[in-house]
Each structure stands twice: as C-alpha cells, then as structure tokens.
C-alpha cells in the first residue's frame, strides 16, 4: 500500500473561479436565468454544466486561450512538486470536466496530474460531456460520484487528504482521512459534524502539513 496522496477539486480550489462562470460572462449571458434554476434546484448539477458548455460557440484555439487566463492558485504548481517530492500522489477530483482542467495542469508543467471528472471534448464550436453511466465512479446529480473515487483511492493508500471548497465536496469529505476547506464548504461541513482544517489556499495546506511533518 502506497503511503499517501493529496486529491484536489479544482474549480474555486485549484482556480479563483469556477469555469461555468467564466463561459457565463464572457460567451452565454442569457444562461444566468439558468443558473437562477440550477442554484433553485429545478436542474441537476450535471445537466445544467452540459447545457452551459454546449453554449460557447468560439473556435477552439481562442478558448484555450481563455481557459489558459482563469486565475488559479499562485503556488500550485509548486504545491504539487512539493507533495511528489515528499512521496506523495497529487490527484485533481472535479465534478465539472477533464477538458479545461487538462489544459491548466499542461500549462502549469503538471502533466502527469491524474484526473477524475467527467470526460469532456469539443466539438461544433462546443464542449460536450461524455457521461458513462455504466463507469464505477458515475453519479446522475454531478456525473461523478466524488465519494467513490475517494474510496476507491484509500484501497491504495494508507491516507488521503482532500481539499474543496463547495457542495459537491461535501460528500467526499466524510471519507477522506483530512479534509481542507475554504468559503462554502466550511459551514456545510460543520452543519454535518465532519471535521476539517479551515483554509484560504495551497499556502495554507502547505504550512499545516510542514507542520505535521508531512512535507519536508
């Protein structure tokens, strides 16, 4: 059994802003009266990402461009080296999709990042989910159950630290052995009695694991 890994969500986690903001300011505006049904909830998480991502219409290179300038966290990058040089596995768990996530961890030297979403491609001017609802880790609400990746990963390792910041990280939360949590989910986590080191970013996480001498 290896001896530990960090798993991470990534919108408002890894980056300073959800992706599903960024296509609602800059390329669908009129999809804030869905959101208003979403945040009701009157639809689903997942159907409501779907149908926000089918709603970009911009040729693929200058989305990337886009999706290279959402603000992430300053010492990420730094962060991941640090928890592979300590002997750790860093992994990414978002609930949104692999394909803009894949592009940041390109862009910041973290290719090799595992990631857990839900598989997403562009096609038609568009990003489309490709939802499984055969695979293990699949959730009709988020398209990804986070809990069952997380169970799944403590088969392999002796401790599992988690870091998240909203609802959907509530779940995997009662599983992971530490969990950090920034904004939202602290008082979600609280409301249900789970314990959790309150934080403002990597630093923060970085500077409590020092502490517990888990990172050199």
């Known amino acids: 059994m290896k001896k530990w890994a960090f798993v991470s969500d990534f919108d408002g986690t890894i980056s300073k802003k ?13 999809g804030r009266e869905l959101y208003k049904q979403w945040k009701s909830g009157k ?10 991502f089918a709603s970009i219409h911009q ?8 999706i290279k300038l ?27 999709t692999d394909y803009y996530i894949r592009h940041i961890l390109n862009e910041i030297g973290a290719e090799n990042v595992e990631i857990f979403s839900n598989e997403g491609y562009f096609h038609s001017r ?16 988020y398209g990804i159950d986070k809990s069952k990746v997380i169970v799944k990963l403590k088969e392999e390792y ?12 509530s779940h995997p939360a009662v599983f992971a052995d530490v969990t950090f949590a920034k904004d939202a989910l ?31």
């Open 43 to 52: 639809l689903l998480d997942i159907d409501f990402l779907s149908q926000v």
């Open 70 to 96: 959402l603000p992430i966290d300053e010492h990420i990058r730094d962060f991941i080296k640090l928890v592979e040089k300590n002997g750790g596995d860093f992994y990414v768990l978002s609930a949104g």
């Open 59 to 66: 040729d693929e290179d200058a989305l990337i461009e886009a």
């Open 126 to 141: 568009n990003v489309h989910l490709k939802i499984d609802k055969e695979d293990w880790k699949y959730s009709e609400r």
């Open 186 to 216: 602290c008082e979600l986590l609280e409301e249900k009695g789970i314990k959790y080191i309150g934080v403002n970013n990597f630093k923060d996480v970085e500077a409590y694991l020092r502490e517990k001498g888990r990172l050199m």
């Open 158 to 169: 002796e401790t599992i630290y988690f870091f998240g910041d909203s609802e959907p990280d």
């Open 18 to 30: 959800d992706f599903y903001h960024l296509v609602l300011e800059n390329y669908f505006p009129e």
